[in-house]
């Protein structure tokens, strides 16, 4: 048995979240591996829209094991909201999740430093969600940081002063930081955590694999945000990439399966950086209202534009992707050509590499269009593959292109509004 992997493959807001919620009866663990609570997985049960910061999108199925790896960074106030908005919804959130000793934590002054490092840059701000993420993570990698497992140390709140203490001392730098403020309610959820049942997430996994227990690994944000990969340094601070899957959950590169890529049939990106196909005219607004394309994390409009297959090829060329997700295809249902974006031209030279810094001046995308389809995709969700001629030599592009296959077309919000391809 091996770890399947689903990850983004633009710069987030894919609709991850609902194709996990998908195939989750077919694992029987779901584990976050990156990110924090800087992502918004949107899931639609029951008409009620649930939006999963930290927790794994599995947790709706009774059945399957939801682990917090390693990889995340977590904020206690954000989490037992979590935790609290899920159990109103009667789901049994305390037998099916577990967390990584070895997660990090984020502090309240964390927050703080990232809102003021943020402010500080001006008018090159790299859209930051201030949720504490990339301070969290230097002091990951400064090896200053606090874990959950620490949180059952004696001596605990001795580490958390000794960490807001240094925090005091970078924060010299900023104006009117108040450290204290929400400390009295993330003392409290440090309480709520410490009910909840902690891993050591590299022997619990070890284990399952040896029982042969299928497991899935979901990514956060996308791979375009990728630290190393993405368009730096309008990136994310963690790997979002496959390669992340070891290092946040603690498994061998040898125990990776299916890699299951997530695509928008167009583009969004929110916040700063650089995109290409961005549209600035009435095709993008429309994008960005038929598909509602506001942060859920962050409530922020969404800058759309035509789907990159450049850039896509590039996503899954270092991901090792085996199949592809396509999520709102039932935006484009009223467009009366759907454009692509097939080359870039670089320096006046055609060329099919991204690239090596999207920031950077001298390349323009280059464009195919093909007819629409011109009816109402969601209506196509129970006929077992069977899709309008147009929209399926759309596909079918894209399938030769990228030399991979799409089996899944998301064609609406629901969990159930999807097609399914042999």
């Known amino acids: 048995m091996a770890v399947d992997v689903l990850i983004g493959l633009q710069w987030g807001d894919e609709g991850k979240g609902k194709i996990v919620d998908f195939l989750a009866d077919r694992y029987d663990i779901i584990c976050r591996f990156q990110g924090g609570p800087n992502a918004g997985h949107t899931i639609y049960v029951n008409g009620n829209k649930v939006v999963l910061h930290t927790i794994p999108s599995g947790i709706f199925h009774s059945d399957t094991i939801n682990i917090i790896g390693n990889g995340v960074v977590i904020d206690p106030i954000t989490l037992r909201q979590e935790i609290l908005t899920l159990e109103s919804l009667g789901v049994n959130v305390r037998d099916t999740l577990m967390i990584s000793r070895k997660a990090h934590l984020i502090l309240p002054s964390h927050k703080y430093l990232d809102a003021a490092s943020e402010a500080a840059k001006g008018d090159k701000k790299i859209g930051s969600t201030l949720k504490g993420i990339g301070p969290t993570y230097m002091d990951k990698t400064g090896r200053n940081g606090l874990r959950v497992g620490d949180i059952m140390a004696s001596d605990f709140e001795q580490r958390y002063q000794e960490l807001k203490s240094r925090h005091r001392q970078l924060s010299k730098i900023y104006p009117d930081i108040d450290f204290d403020w929400a400390e009295d309610e993330w003392f409290e959820c440090i309480a709520f955590l410490r009910e909840f049942k902690k891993i050591d997430c590299e022997y619990y996994l070890h284990d399952a694999l040896q029982s042969n227990r299928p497991i899935l690994a979901e990514g956060a944000q996308g791979v375009m945000l990728d630290i190393d990969f993405g368009t730096y340094p309008f ?90 997700a396509l999520t709102k295809s039932d935006v484009m249902d009223h467009f009366d050509q759907i454009v692509v974006a097939d080359a870039y031209e670089v320096n006046g030279r055609s060329s099919k590499e991204l690239p090596y810094d999207l920031c950077m001046d001298g390349y323009r995308a280059t464009y195919k269009s093909f007819e629409g389809w011109k009816c109402d995709l969601s209506a196509y969700h129970k006929t077992h593959g069977t899709v309008p001629d147009s929209f399926g030599k759309y596909l079918n592009y894209l399938e030769s292109y990228l030399q991979v296959k799409i089996p899944i077309i998301s064609v609406g919000p629901e969990r159930d509004q999807l097609i399914l391809r042999k």
Not at 285 to 295: A, I, R, S
Not at 299 to 304: A, S, Y
Request: proline share 4%.
């Open 235 to 324: 990136v994310t601070s963690s790997n979002t990439i496959t390669a992340g899957v070891c290092t946040g959950l603690g498994v061998a590169p040898s125990s990776i399966g299916e890699v299951i890529g997530i695509s928008k049939a167009y583009c969004t990106r929110v916040g700063s950086g650089p995109f290409p196909t961005e549209l600035f005219d009435e095709y993008g607004k429309q994008l960005q209202d038929l598909g509602n394309e506001f942060g859920a994390t962050t409530g922020r409009p969404r800058r759309c534009g035509w789907i990159d297959l450049v850039q896509l090829r590039y996503s899954i060329i270092i991901n090792g992707v085996s199949q592809i």
